[in-house]
């Protein structure tokens, strides 16, 4: 299994904090068969992790878990927050993409969707980069205007829910929203957006067990092969997305 999404680097974000974390968590994905990890650390205001930094990190936890028998492969990507000048960063080589592949994670804030993300998701497909929106169904705007991420997905834009949302950790309402994003294919990823091995784990087996159990193996198919075909760089596997219908508020006088 392939978690394209996760923390493991040490002490460079508020994922894992030293060297021991990264190893612990990377044991831990282990357990859940997880042997390809791509280590995504924050680019934000309070994260400035920037290519050659992550690269290194990389290579040196692979040379650790190695050494200490865990295994499984770390893979070089980022989650960069949104922001204007994000291509400029690109073109100077300070932007890493997930396994150095076409594919680029996108972070939102929780809370909004900046006005300028449609023209910047249209502006990185010129330049021949896929973003990808990470745990859209933990942002309030989505949840509450469905249509806009409906929008984004249909203009070529692909999407992550994270593991633990799916199984509800974040509440009745982003499980909710998740399985919608799920029902409607407006999602193309599963993955962990593991920080540690507590509060916020893996979850990945669970997850699977319960898209599995909900909508049946073929989507477990999907998204772990989606995982895959990431990974190496090739084209992902598309179902035709459909609006979200919002569930109709009653008010009561
Ligand atoms: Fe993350």
Do not use: W
């Amino acid at each position: 299994m392939v978690d394209i999404h996760c923390h493991i680097l040490p002490g460079i974000d508020d994922g894992a904090k030293n060297m021991s974390d990264s190893i612990s968590m990377a044991s831990e994905a282990e357990k859940e068969g997880i042997r390809t990890i791509i280590a995504t650390p924050h680019l934000n205001n309070q994260y400035d992790n920037r290519k050659d930094l992550i690269v290194a990190k990389v290579d040196e936890l692979n040379h650790v878990l190695k050494a200490e028998g865990v295994n499984v492969n770390i893979l070089p990507g980022q989650e960069p927050r949104i922001y204007g000048d994000i291509l400029e960063d690109f073109e100077k080589d300070e932007i890493q993409t997930l396994n150095n592949s076409q594919y680029i994670f996108i972070e939102f804030p929780s809370n909004h969707v900046p006005r300028y993300t449609e023209k910047l998701l249209f502006d990185l497909q010129v330049k021949g980069l896929t973003p990808i929106i990470v745990h859209p169904e933990r942002n309030s705007e989505l949840i509450e205007r469905p249509e806009l991420l409906y929008k984004l997905v249909e203009k070529g834009a692909l999407t992550q829910v994270t593991a633990s949302s799916v199984c509800g950790y974040f509440g009745k309402k982003i499980k909710s929203f998740s399985m919608q994003i799920i029902e409607a294919n407006l999602t193309h990823f599963i993955a962990s957006d593991a920080h540690n091995i507590n509060s916020r784990s893996f979850k990945m087996m669970e997850a699977y067990d319960f898209i599995d159990g909900q909508y049946g193996t073929d989507y477990v198919y999907l998204f772990k092969e989606n995982a895959e075909l990431l990974v190496n760089g090739k084209n992902i596997i598309k179902e035709i997305p459909s609006q979200i219908i919002k569930r109709k508020k009653f008010i009561f006088f």
